[in-house]
């Protein structure tokens, strides 16, 4: 049986990114692997105790010596399901993060969605669950 795993995007301060996600949006650093011969670290967050239980992570990749990345065109964004969107939302303003759509139904729908960015830009769709 196949299952989804992690999505794993770059990023400029690993720590930063980290805190970002852990403090913000409530996910918990799962484990990490610095790898000095290859010249990177992975940090695997999520929301689960990992894989085994079937929940998908991220996977943030620091390059030593890389503080940036173009995102290009191609990359949407992550979806995470929130109880509170609004809250969501809050909490991250609160914490110096950026809210880059504010909680509201979804363009011809009623789902509660909002949208958030992390420390290096990328997008991430709150979906109230």
Same mark, same amino acid.
């Given at each position: 049986?196949?299952?989804?795993? /992690?999505?794993?995007?770059?990023?400029?301060?690993?720590?930063?990114?980290?805190? &970002?996600?852990t403090g913000l949006?409530?996910?918990?650093?799962?484990?990490?692997?610095?790898?000095?011969?290859g010249k990177y670290?992975?940090? &695997?967050?999520?929301?689960?105790?990992?894989?085994?239980?079937?929940?998908?992570?991220?996977?943030?990749?620091?390059?030593?010596?890389?503080?940036?990345?173009?995102?290009?065109?191609?990359?949407? /964004?992550?979806?995470?399901?929130?109880?509170?969107?609004?809250?969501?939302?809050?909490?991250?303003?609160?914490?110096?993060?950026?809210?880059?759509?504010?909680?509201?139904?979804?363009? &011809?729908?009623?789902?509660?969605?909002? &949208?958030?960015?992390?420390?290096?830009?990328?997008?991430?769709?709150?979906?109230?669950?």
């Amino acid at each position: 049986m196949s299952k989804f795993l /992690h999505t794993m995007i770059r990023v400029g301060d690993l720590d930063r990114s980290v805190k &970002f996600y852990t403090g913000l949006l409530g996910m918990k650093e799962l484990r990490r692997r610095d790898v000095p011969d290859g010249k990177y670290t992975l940090a &695997f967050l999520g929301y689960g105790e990992g894989n085994a239980e079937g929940q998908a992570e991220i996977e943030l990749t620091y390059n030593y010596g890389v503080d940036r990345y173009e995102q290009g065109t191609a990359f949407g /964004h992550l979806a995470l399901g929130v109880p509170d969107v609004a809250a969501a939302c809050e909490a991250v303003r609160a914490g110096g993060g950026k809210v880059t759509r504010e909680a509201g139904p979804v363009k &011809f729908g009623t789902t509660i969605i909002a &949208f958030v960015e992390d420390p290096d830009g990328y997008k991430i769709e709150l979906i109230q669950r």
